[in-house]
């Protein structure tokens, strides 16, 4: 027999033996039909309990000894009498039974003493005066509150609004859904934000783009306007937008609310007063692709007019005319800005060899070791690296205007403003 198999058949044996010792006559006979086999007397007698001798069950223990004397105890002097406790009421609170009509059931209940069950029934059939006296009689202000303000009590409101905090007052209006009133206590506080969201939840867009407005959330006030379909409010808000943006150093940002506005040429005119290949990755990154090689040629005739081989060549580098922008860098003897170029081209032992002679080392030895030339990359390890040049703060070599190393078209600007995050 398979060994699995005989295993399990032992082990059914086992639990219809387990199943008879409880009496569980069905599940036992069920168990040893699978096992194969029937249970002999021998195997049904349950054994009796033995105990284990005290030398098995515990051990030695060692002696304790003779017991101490406690001692005289103090004498703890006469008890105090205690005083009777009050004999309990054996009378239970009255049951209250409705009769059916509800003033009688009110009367009833303040006569109990029950003022907020009261109230509660005047707030049920809209008698807000009295709910509103019961519920500050039972001491539950905001319950009082709410009343007041559905019963339009004024001096009530005045009186219990003083007792609570701005935010409770809130819940407690909302609550009783009292919209006007809730209206006017956000306007006594001058709370715009909670007025312009009033305003957008009974679906009054033109209001809640002027609260907006007033809150100083431009990009909601603009939103607003273009849900209540307002095209003039929301490009004159949509302007202030963009001014706040160019105040703030974020002019991508402001590009893009142009952009989507439908001005094209205004977003241009945004973006130009940036260093020049920061506008160019900008206007790219607006889909501007036209525009953006339109202000690199424009650019680049600039810098021939201008006879500046540097920029020409920066300008030829953005224009995807890398062979061009290298030969202009050689010429320039600009060997470590050439060195990027030809890297980008592909050509990795040129750009190593012009690095090394650039001075820059570093990189020269890292470009020899990422194309496998171990003999070269081990020779420039081994040269001593140069003094680095004492520059002036804030000094730029002339004609380039900023540094060659360029973010990409989706970087964030330099001045952490995240790219249309007015938008």
């Given at each position: ?225 273009e849900r209540a379909r307002d095209a003039g409010s ?148 081994a040269l001593p690296r140069p003094e680095p040049k ?34």
């Amino acid at each position: 027999m398979d060994p699995k198999i005989a295993a399990w058949t032992e082990n059914q044996f086992t639990v219809g033996l387990i199943w008879s010792s409880m009496n569980e006559t069905d599940r036992a006979k069920a168990a040893f039909e699978n096992a194969g086999r029937q249970p002999s007397e021998a195997d049904l007698a349950v054994p009796a309990h033995t105990e284990r001798p005290p030398e098995a069950a515990r051990g030695d223990r060692p002696g304790s000894g003779p017991r101490q004397a406690r001692g005289d105890r103090p004498d703890r002097g006469p008890r105090p009498d205690r005083p009777e406790r009050p004999a309990r009421s054996s009378a239970r609170p009255e049951l209250f039974v409705s009769s059916g009509d509800w003033q009688a059931d009110v009367k009833k209940l303040e006569e109990m003493g029950r003022t907020r069950d009261a109230a509660r029934v005047h707030e049920k059939n809209k008698s807000h005066a009295d709910a509103q006296r019961l519920y500050e009689a039972g001491g539950d202000t905001k319950s009082a509150l709410r009343n007041a303000a559905l019963g339009k009590l004024d001096e009530a409101f005045t009186r219990l609004s003083a007792k609570l905090k701005p935010e409770e007052i809130i819940e407690a209006l909302e609550r009783a859904e009292a919209w006007e009133k809730l209206m006017e206590f956000h306007v006594a506080r001058s709370d715009f934000d909670s007025i312009a969201k009033l305003y957008e939840r009974a679906t009054q867009f033109d209001q809640a783009g002027l609260a907006w407005e007033r809150a100083g959330k431009l990009s909601l006030a603009r939103k607003a306007y273009e849900r209540a379909r307002d095209a003039g409010s929301a490009h004159r808000v949509r302007d202030l937008e963009v001014v706040k943006l160019i105040e703030r150093g974020d002019r991508l940002g402001a590009a893009t609310l142009q952009v989507s506005g439908g001005k094209k040429a205004e977003a241009l005119e945004t973006l130009k007063p940036l260093p020049g290949p920061k506008a160019f990755h900008f206007m790219q990154k607006l889909k501007l692709t036209a525009e953006a090689d339109a202000f690199a040629k424009a650019e680049l005739a600039k810098a021939e007019a201008e006879n500046n081989p540097v920029q020409r060549a920066r300008w030829l580098e953005l224009l995807g005319r890398l062979p061009e922008a290298a030969e202009v860098y050689l010429a320039a003897d600009r060997k470590d800005k050439a060195a990027f170029v030809f890297e980008a081209l592909g050509e990795l032992k040129k750009a190593a060899e012009l690095l090394e002679a650039a001075g820059q080392l570093d990189k020269a030895q890292a470009l020899f070791t990422k194309q496998g030339d171990t003999a070269n990359a081990e020779r420039v390890k081994a040269l001593p690296r140069p003094e680095p040049k004492p520059r002036a703060a804030g000094a730029t070599e002339e004609g380039e205007g900023e540094e060659h190393a360029m973010p990409p078209p989706d970087a964030t600007p330099s001045n952490g403003a995240i790219p249309g995050a007015n938008a």
